[in-house]
Every structure is written in structure tokens, then in C-alpha cells.
């Protein structure tokens, strides 16, 4: 049976690449594990006057090339496991895109669904008042995730300037353009998951217009239906699904009035003119291009195989477990693995840190042209590792990262 424990599987990638590259084992322990890791507990008073305690995480996986980057998450299943597995992910995917940052992540237990505006807020303020002493734009800057937007980082940075004393914009990114946020954040992850896409169906052959799925139709998922259409020319998107539900449309949706619709009743459920699927089969249906845009683990050896799509675009962390790869590996599906599909966000969260430093903003087209930049060659250093060491493309650009990461490692005299 198949490990879907998230850090087992990072755990896995991280020594298969270390024994490719013949890394030493001092080196290859130091980058299975987290460098720092805090668990602690928030005390928060809820709207009926009640105390709730939420379990938290801040986990740094490694700082070699730089401040760890990456994003706080609210869920209810977060686990130590699940925080480690995310900040690893995020030591590869910006040494991947050749970011001079390191990789890290949080999480807060909770329900997002259940609390009330001034409930997250008060989640969010305890959060910062825990972490205050380990982050910074020369130490840790966190972001959004699943559950957490732009307003909770203004909230975030707002409590660490107040208890720094001082103004700090850089200590978050995806703020709100108006306290320091940048152009371009808001789609930069999908953005960089169809930049991807864009290069993938030029070398494979696959139009670009034609049919795509998506799972998953949060943040990530809905820039991407309309970034899909806008900057490859159309495209059908035929299915698509969220948490509660799945729709078929041969047709095509209109994008824009889906998102719309998703937007105002908070559920895909009830769109016209569609037909409800079950979730798994967005997975399997014949389409040129799948973007798994939810959580981990969706993709895994039981049903990887009904996979029927020419490329996935994963802009999910982590949607494709280690038997899963080798199976559509073997069938011919072209993946776009997550640490490069996914890279948009922190890429443009990187230039948001540089903006703030300066206190100089530059302009959306400037963005747009410096992440395009940064995407289109890293997927053809993944491409030229993938034959260079006629390796699966997730191995590839596990690859890149690992032995970049090791290298800094190296030259710090770490090992
Ligand atoms: P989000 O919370 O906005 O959206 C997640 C979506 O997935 C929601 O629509 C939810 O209903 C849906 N979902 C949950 N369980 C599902 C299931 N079983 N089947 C189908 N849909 C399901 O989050 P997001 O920001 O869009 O992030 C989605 C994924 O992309 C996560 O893995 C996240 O880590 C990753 N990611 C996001 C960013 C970013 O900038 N937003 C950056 C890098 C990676």
C-alpha cells in the first residue's frame, strides 16, 4: 500500500534525487529534515465570550539560499506532517525558479468555514504575536494558502509592525496593494501554471485550445480557467470541481460566469447547463490538459492509471503521490510537477519582497514580463534535466532543486 502521509512522500523525492546525484549522507539528512521547526498553541477568545485553542505550525525547511518562504494555511487537518511535507516543497520550488529564498510553511487547525471575520482576525494577530521573533524579510516571510488571503496578511503584518515598532511590509507577501502588496499576485499562480502549460504543449504537440478540467476551483483554479482561455488563445474548460461537488459540460463553460457564480453562492453546485459528475471522474475524462488545483494526494497509484489527459498542470502541492507518477510516467502523460506548475505565487511574492525593500513599485506588465522570464526557463532547465537524465519530469526538476540547494548547503561549509 501506497504512503499518502505527504512528508513520507517528499521524504521519498528528496532521497531519490540525493542518490542520483550521489550526494553524501551528511548532506542528504540534512535536507530530508526541516532545519527549524515550531509547534505551539494560540489562545483565542471567540465571539460567545469562550476561550478556543487552535494548534499551530511555523516550519522551516531550509534556509541554505535564502529567508524561508511560504504560506500560512487554515485548515482543519493540518498536521506536523503536512507542514513539513509543504515547507519542503517550497526549499525545491524556489530553487527550482532560482529564487534566493529558502522553503517554509505554517498552518493554524481551524475551520475558516465556522468563524466569524473578527474570529480569523483574532487567529490571525495571536498567530504573529507567537511567531513575531523568527520571521522577517531576512528570516521567514510567510503568505497566503488554502484558507488565507490577502487580508489575513494585512492583518498579520499589521499585529508585527505593531510589535516592531516600525514599518515592515516585507515580512508578508500578497498584501493588499494598497500597504505594500504588488501587481500581479493575485494570479501569479495560476499564471505561472499556464506559462508552463504554454511551453509543455509547444514541445509535445498538444493544442492549446482545445479541452481542459480542472480539480479544485478555489484561487488557483478559477485564475487558471480564465488565464487558460486569455493567454493560450480559448481552450474548452469541460469539467471542473470543488469540495462539495462536480460538473461536466462537453460544450465548454463560460468561465467568466462561473467564477462569478462561485463567487457569489461560494459552491460550482447549481451552475446552469451542466451536468453533476462525481468528483473522481474530472480526473479521468480525455482532455488535453488537467490542472489538480485542491489538496494533496489526488492523484495516487489506485487512479492514476483512468488519467486520460496529454499534460497535467499541477498547481496544487503535492496532488501526485510517488506510485502515481510512475504510472502516468509510463502511460505518456506529460506532468508539469508542482515545484515548477506552482512556482508563479512565490516567484511574485519574491518580487513583491524586492518592491518593498525599494519602496519602488513596478508595473503589472513589468510582473508579468520578469515571471513569464522566470517560468519559461526554468521549465526548460527541468526539460533539459528530464534528458539529460532520462528521468520521470517530477525527478527532473526534484533534480535541479536538490542539487542546487545542496550546493548552497556545501558552500556555507553546512556539509
Ligand atoms: P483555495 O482554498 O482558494 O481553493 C481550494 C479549492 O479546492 C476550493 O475550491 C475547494 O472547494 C477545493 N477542494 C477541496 N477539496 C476538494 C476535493 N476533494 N475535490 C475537489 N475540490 C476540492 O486554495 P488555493 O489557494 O487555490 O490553493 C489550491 C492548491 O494550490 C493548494 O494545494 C495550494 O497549496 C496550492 N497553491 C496555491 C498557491 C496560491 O498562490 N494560491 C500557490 C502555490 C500552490
Known sequence: MESYNSFNVTQQQVSEAA????????????????????????PVRMDNGK????????????????PAKGGI???????????????SW???????????????????????????????ESISRAYVRAVAHLIGIDKDV????????????????????????????????????QIGGTEGRRDATARGGVIAVREACRLHDVDPAGTF???????????????????????RLVAVSDSRGALYNPDGFNVKDLVTHKLRTGTISDFPDAKSIKQSEVLALDVDVLYPAALENSITEDNANNVQ????????????????????????????????????????????????SYSFFWTEESIHEHLDSKITKAYHTVQDSIKEKQVHPRLAAMLVGVARVAEACKLRGWV
Not at 51 to 66: D, T
Not at 73 to 87: G, K, N, Q, S, Y
Not at 94 to 103: E, F, K, S
Not at 215 to 235: I, K, T, V, Y
Open 51 to 66: 476561550v478556543n485553542v487552535f494548534h499551530a505550525y511555523r516550519i522551516q525547511h531550509n534556509y541554505a539560499r535564502g
Open 90 to 120: 517550497m526549499t525545491w520550488k524556489t530553487a527550482v525558479v532560482d529564487l534566493p529564498l529558502g522553503g517554509g510553511k505554517g498552518g493554524v487547525c481551524c475551520d475558516p468555514k465556522i468563524l466569524s471575520e473578527y474570529e480569523l
Open 309 to 356: 489527459a496529454r499534460i497535467v498542470c499541477e498547481l496544487a502541492n503535492g496532488p501526485t503521490t510517488p506510485g502515481a507518477d510512475r504510472v502516468l510516467h509510463k502511460k505518456g502523460v506529460h506532468v508539469i510537477p508542482d515545484i515548477l506548475a506552482s512556482a508563479g505565487g512565490v516567484t511574485v511574492s519574491y518580487f513583491e519582497m524586492v518592491q518593498d
Open 19 to 42: 542518490r542520483i546525484l550521489k550526494l553524501d549522507q551528511a548532506t542528504t539528512e540534512l535536507l530530508l529534515w526541516p532545519q527549524r521547526e515550531y509547534k505551539f498553541v494560540l
Open 142 to 177: 510567510p503568505a497566503p494558502d488554502v484558507y488565507t488571503n490577502p487580508q489575513t496578511m494585512a492583518w498579520m503584518m499589521d499585529e508585527y509592525e505593531t510589535i516592531m515598532n516600525r514599518h515592515h511590509p516585507g515580512v508578508m507577501t500578497d498584501k493588499p496593494q
Open 213 to 235: 478540467a480542472i480539480q479544485g476551483f478555489g484561487n488557483a483554479g478559477q485564475r487558471a480557467a480564465l488565464l487558460h482561455q486569455e493567454l493560450l488563445g480559448g481552450g
Open 73 to 87: 494555511r487554515f485548515h482543519p487537518d493540518e498536521t506536523v506532517d503536512t507542514i513539513r511535507a509543504l515547507a
